[in-house]
């Protein structure tokens, strides 16, 4: 019912030379996978050059960032509208890296996932609990918290095209992934909580889940009811490992 969505996070890697080859290699592999969206998020630098290279392509281009404005005096920053003209469909907003590291509140997500809507980019929402967090039993209320903060003043038809990626902070690069009934219980909690809006909202929004995805991993996390894909960082680097990973979603 839900097509299945496979996104790679290539993080800080890949300068554009190294970029276009990886994405070249990638729309070898993965032509015939056409049963699950995918998409792969280069860095802003190499985004030109991925954008070419998979033109015709059946993988899409996403970003890592967006910055909340349109346009100013905002040193540094690129804009969602700057995104889309340069050929980008889709943006992830949010990750942990960017709460932990960068200064993105609850706040400024939600702004960023506005900008998302205002430039006519798909927006990739990234939650997830800290090990303490978990540990704490807050899973629910962070992910609550979050969910609540970054959809705010959306109407129900723009939530049902966000798609969510659940990614415990704890399992993200360390190796330590969720197990597929640890991650299948937060994302049915997900699903839950999406129901104050009309049942047609979590029918159709799509939940990724996130953190050491691999390919040896994948299918077990992937045959679970409520995991729709995968936001995959390190593993979205090897060929070998990303197409391990859409064939196990399709
Ligand atoms: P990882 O990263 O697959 O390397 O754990 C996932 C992410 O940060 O999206």
Redo the contacts with the bound molecule.
Sequence with gaps: MRRPFIAG?W?MHKAPVEADALAESLKRALSEMTAADIAVAPTFLAIPAVVGRLRHSNIGVASQNVAVEAQGAFTGEISAEMLKAAGVQYAIVG???RRQLFGDTDAVVSKKVQACFRAGLSAIL?VGETLPEREAGQVEDVVARQLSAGLADLSADQVSTVTI?Y?PVW????GKVATPTQANDVHAYIRSWLGRYPSFVARNVRIQY????KGSNAAGLLSQPEIDGA??????LSVEDFTAIVKAAT
């Design positions: 996070n993080k990750h942990s890296e990234c990626a990614e399992a993200i690069g360390t996130g953190g050491s995805v936001l995959v960082g390190g593993a979205a």
